[in-house]
């Protein structure tokens, strides 16, 4: 069996760390399927939203050690670079569902989800300088824009672990459920985002990641977008059913 399972469910595509036995530790192979999910969610039209999980107890233990060395020897260090790549300029939403232990890679890659469930079991630690390394998927810059210079530095200089209930009071989740819960809402979210009007949620996306940095340079990208939107056929189907009192239908649009 793969060690990335890909499912698609109607508009949301399930993408699930599948090496338990391992811890879902991360192999180049992992890495390239998980590549290969994220190009194919912006490929297709269908596609609305990415869920990603692991399974088992832990949602992934970081790159896999062995692998990682063989890597390093062959010079090939940077195996991880297309992931990141592919996670950074994801247009598709992306919402992590995060169980158990979150290690390296398993914790920085989420400063760039959208939207993060997590277990009550959810253990975030960023051990980079305890094993001479330095932090990675640009969580330098973000983790300290997500929850204040301190606490960032906390994580990334002395890999303080950080339990769920704490990651939601500093804002690097948005929810934590029991562990029982935790997939049926991270698919009740998905299918909540899946249903909106698409091109305007990929639109605001790209305002919240990529948008002009000053308030004046937003504010007028947000102004072109905005009377585009006002004119497009989603809003037309908005403004439509508010008018006849029914749930809009955004289903046929891409």
Known sequence: MSDVLVTQTGPVLEVLFNRPEKKNALTVAMYAA?????RQADD?????????????????????????????????????S??????SSLATPLIAAVNGAAIGVGTTMLAHA?????????????????LGLVPEAASSLLFPKLVGHQRASALLLLGDPLEAETAHAWG?????VDDTELMATARGVAARLAALPPAAVRQTKHLIKNG????AGRIEQELVLFRDRLCSPEAAEAFQAFVEKRQPDFSRFS
Not at 34 to 38: G, H, I, R, S, Y
Not at 44 to 66: E, K, M, Q, Y
């Open 172 to 176: 690097l989740v948005n929810q934590v």
């Open 82 to 87: 297309p992931f990141l790549d592919a996670l």
């Open 44 to 80: 297709d039209p269908g596609i609305r939203v990415v869920l990603l999980s692991g399974a088992g107890d832990t949602f992934t233990s970081g790159n896999d050690i062995r692998d990682f060395q063989t890597r390093a020897a062959t010079d090939s260090a940077s195996h991880a």
């Open 34 to 38: 998980v590549v290969d999910a994220f």
């Open 114 to 130: 959208d939207l993060v469930i997590a277990a009550r079991s959810a253990l975030f630690v960023m051990p980079f300088t305890r």
């Open 212 to 215: 002009a940095p000053d308030v």
